[in-house]
């Protein structure tokens, strides 16, 4: 099967987002991955719910919005009015990670949980069979552009072998530092979505990017 691509509207020129989600509308993307960072959960600001209606009312991609906040319940409900199409909240920010993805759930969206680099892919053995997406984090949250952490590769694994043995339907999501020496290693190891952003908007051409990760 061929890998979803998640381009990450952050590494886009903000100055010009029309122009950049007509250019995702455009090319092979499949979904458009929003990253809303609170500055508490972690140590950066990104943009919040006007600016993801706004990318919304362009884009012909569903979204991918990826909550780095704390408290995330509190804004399930406006996030999904804003357009989300799957939510993906923290493992580590949810106390009642159970009852949080129900909650995605009952506003129609697909429930993603997203695990930190420190945190163990057996901590979601009792939530795997729940959850429509499990984002691996490659990177630690909160910028973009930084290197992909080669222990990823593993734990894509260990994850994968998860979700067969409990017979779940969650695809596997990878989020920080993907790029085109990375991504068929991951293929490899389990992953169904990449996310890519500095790498597809840093390129000359995003959109030729963006296929070349599609068509691994
Ligand atoms: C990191 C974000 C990522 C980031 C990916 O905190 O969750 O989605 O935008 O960007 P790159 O591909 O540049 O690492
Ligand atoms: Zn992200």
């Given at each position: 099967m061929s ?10 020129d903000?100055a010009?987002?029309q122009q ?9 993307a499949?979904?458009i991955?929003?990253?809303i ?15 993801t209606k ?5 884009a ?9 906040i ?6 399930l ?5 804003a357009?989300a199409e799957i939510?993906?909240?923290?493992y580590e920010?949810c ?5 949080t ?8 969206a697909?429930?993603?949980?997203a695990?930190?680099p420190h945190t163990?892919v ?8 729940d959850?429509?997406?499990v984002c691996v ?8 552009g930084q290197?992909?952490?080669?222990n ?11 979700i067969l ?8 999501e990878?989020?920080g530092?993907v ?7 991951l293929k490899?190891?389990g992953a169904?979505i990449l996310v ?14 963006i296929e070349?990760?599609?068509n691994?």
């Amino acid at each position: 099967m061929s890998l979803l691509i998640s381009p990450s509207i952050l590494a886009a020129d903000f100055a010009n987002l029309q122009q950049e989600v007509e250019m995702l509308n455009s090319s092979q993307a499949d979904y458009i991955h929003v990253d809303i960072m609170d500055g508490v959960f972690v140590p950066n600001i990104s943009f919040g719910l006007p600016v993801t209606k706004a990318i919304h009312n362009h884009a012909k991609k569903p979204l991918d919005v990826h909550l780095m906040i704390i408290n995330p319940n509190q804004y399930l409900e406006a996030f999904r009015k804003a357009g989300a199409e799957i939510i993906s909240v923290h493992y580590e920010a949810c106390t009642h990670l159970h009852r949080t993805i129900q909650a995605i759930r009952s506003l129609g969206a697909k429930a993603g949980v997203a695990i930190n680099p420190h945190t163990p892919v057996s901590l979601l053995e009792d939530t795997i069979e729940d959850v429509d997406v499990v984002c691996v984090m490659s990177v630690n949250p909160g910028f973009g552009g930084q290197q992909f952490i080669e222990n990823t590769y593993a734990k894509v694994s260990k994850l994968k072998e998860l979700i067969l043995k409990k017979g779940s339907s969650a695809r596997i999501e990878i989020d920080g530092g993907v790029n085109l020496t990375n991504a068929p290693k991951l293929k490899d190891a389990g992953a169904d979505i990449l996310v890519a952003g500095s790498f597809v908007f840093s390129s000359s051409d995003s959109i030729q990017t963006i296929e070349a990760l599609k068509n691994l």
